[in-house]
């Protein structure tokens, strides 16, 4: 009888933090204005620390605040693993959260996060007041202006082409991340493959 061959787990193998990933995410981040976040199913955690000096940081200051947001992305990290399918999620405070799931020879290994953008523009402080004004009060925020001006300050993102253009960017960004873990992939390759992404999404 033939025995089988033990296929090793690529969870166990994969690391996002070495080589040219952590800085590309960071110039990511800065270039599309969106905070990043990349995380292997081992429980690295590659992402920059901007996503956490706007309005979510204010949110993820409080206890109710914060237990809520981890939910909502341990109930979006779970979707994925078991769609394996970029999807568009919006979070319990009304922000979009674009999730794309990274995998490897048919196995989910870890994902990428396009967190705090807002579905909308908002043309003033009544109507931010009318979007979040209940939140802030269901998790106990009282310094609303500060939290207004931050909220003026985070992309936005309105359906359909601008949702489309970047949700595109970010799964080639990942499929390329899963490359650079695995092959050493560098950034003048990285970039060929995605400057027409990175061109079209600069123009939303």
Known sequence: MTSEIAVPNVNLEVSFAKGHIP???????IFTGIPLSLRSNS???????DYFSGP???????DVGRERCRKTYHNIEEK??????PYINVCYAGFLIFAVPL???GEMIGTLLGSQILPQTYSGKS???GAFG???ESIGIKDNNYFYESIMKVKILEPDFQRISFMQLLNKIG???????????TWPVFYKEIKDDLKSFGNV
């Open 127 to 129: 109507e931010i007041s």
């Open 80 to 85: 994925l693993f078991r769609r394996k399918v």
């Open 23 to 29: 800085e590309l995410l960071r110039k990511l981040e």
């Open 56 to 62: 979510c940081s204010l949110i993820r200051g409080t």
């Open 103 to 105: 995998e490897l020879r």
């Open 175 to 185: 499929e390329n991340f899963v490359e650079m873990a695995f092959s050493e992939k």
């Open 134 to 136: 209940n939140l802030l």
């Open 43 to 49: 429980g690295e955690v590659v992402c920059k620390t």
